[in-house]
């Protein structure tokens, strides 16, 4: 097999879009900690917050900088991963690590805020999440999409943004009021879960390879300059590199097959741990309210029975 090492440093640790992320870093540091008493409202920045950050955007980097994303192109079982990573791991860390005092400025933008209060809806946000989700994995999507730096940049950025909004009813805590609790927030994982099913069952079972930018051919190398500058994938072209078969042993319908596992078995284990500790909360506010929420189901069984 050919080592991945001879599309160069660019490709493999995208030095630009670490410097991008970097740079963001900086900037969420300025605002937090040395310029925050420029605004108002603002609170101190919490230790938490700075580590979910932090590992949000270090989980950005490896799915979209690191050699996973020049694997991602190559074999579709690593862009799933990349996926499932992006959308359903370092999406909830973000939201997380951003200080509610910023949320709350942010949600005040007049037309901003409008807008985001209707996209966190929970039906529309699992909605939203779902369609875009099995859309972009239709082949004529996936294929037309990696055939175009513009449109593969904007509909990532648009697919992690629907991620975006599909977990601020699960972890933000600006938004009391219109947050889920308890036994809401199970049943809409449980739905998230099952909506994006038949998009992976559809790849899992196909018996035909149908992504002609993970095949063989001038389709998966002209996909390759999404990641790889143009120079060095001339020059390997020229060289007889011929196809995604060179870097791996897997045939083409297996890695396709195997991606869809993967993306269904991770989602499995994450929504799994969510819901571990979704239950686990739920349980201990139940207990630790337990004399408070008696008091109020006898008020309300009371002023039923005035009705009767």
Same mark, same amino acid.
């Given at each position: 097999?050919v ?15 670490f410097?991008?992320l ?31 950050f ?19 192109h ?13 959308l359903?791991?370092a ?18 933008? +007049?037309?901003?805020g409008g ?7 929970p039906?529309?946000?699992? /909605? ?5 989700f099995?859309v972009?994995?239709?082949?004529? /999507? ?15 950025i ?27 927030k ?6 998230s879960?099952i ?9 899992i ?23 790889v +500058? ?11 590199l ?8 897997m +045939? ?17 284990? /994450? ?12 349980f ?6 337990a ?8 008020l ?9």
């Amino acid at each position: 097999m050919v080592p991945i090492s001879i599309f160069g440093f660019v490709a493999l640790w995208s030095p630009y879009f670490f410097t991008f992320l970097l740079a963001m870093f900086l900037l969420y540091l300025l605002i937090t900690v040395k310029w925050r008493d420029r605004f108002s409202g603002s609170e101190p920045l919490k230790r938490r917050e700075l580590i979910d950050f932090s590992i949000g955007l270090l989980l950005v980097y490896v799915t979209k900088g690191s050699p996973v994303d020049l694997l991602g192109h190559i074999l579709f079982t690593m862009h799933m991963v990349q996926m499932a990573i992006l959308l359903l791991v370092a999406a909830p860390f973000l939201i997380m690590g951003i200080p509610n005092w910023i949320w709350r400025k942010v949600f005040a933008v +007049p037309v901003l805020g409008g807008f985001l209060h209707i996209m966190t809806k929970p039906i529309i946000s699992l /909605i939203v999440f779902s369609g875009m989700f099995s859309v972009y994995h239709l082949p004529l /999507i996936l294929d037309t999409i990696k055939l175009s730096i513009p449109l593969h940049a904007a509909f990532t950025i648009t697919l992690f943004i629907s991620a975006l909004f599909l977990w601020w009813p699960i972890v933000n805590t600006l938004d009391v009021k219109r947050r889920l609790q308890g036994l809401s927030k199970i049943g809409y994982i449980i739905a998230s879960a099952i909506l994006i099913t038949p998009a992976c069952a559809l790849i899992i079972f196909v018996d035909v390879p149908v992504y002609e930018t993970y095949q063989s051919g001038e389709a998966w190398l002209q996909s390759m300059a999404l990641c790889v +500058p143009a120079a060095t994938l001339g020059t390997l072209a020229n060289a007889g590199l011929s196809g995604p078969e060179v870097f791996s042993n897997m +045939p083409i319908l297996y890695d396709q097959q195997l991606g869809g596992v993967i993306m269904k078995v991770l989602q499995e284990i /994450i929504y799994g741990v969510v819901l571990g500790r979704i239950f686990i909360n739920w349980f201990r506010h139940e207990r630790d309210n337990a004399d408070e929420l008696t008091k109020k189901q006898l008020l309300e069984r009371e002023r039923l029975s005035m009705y009767s």
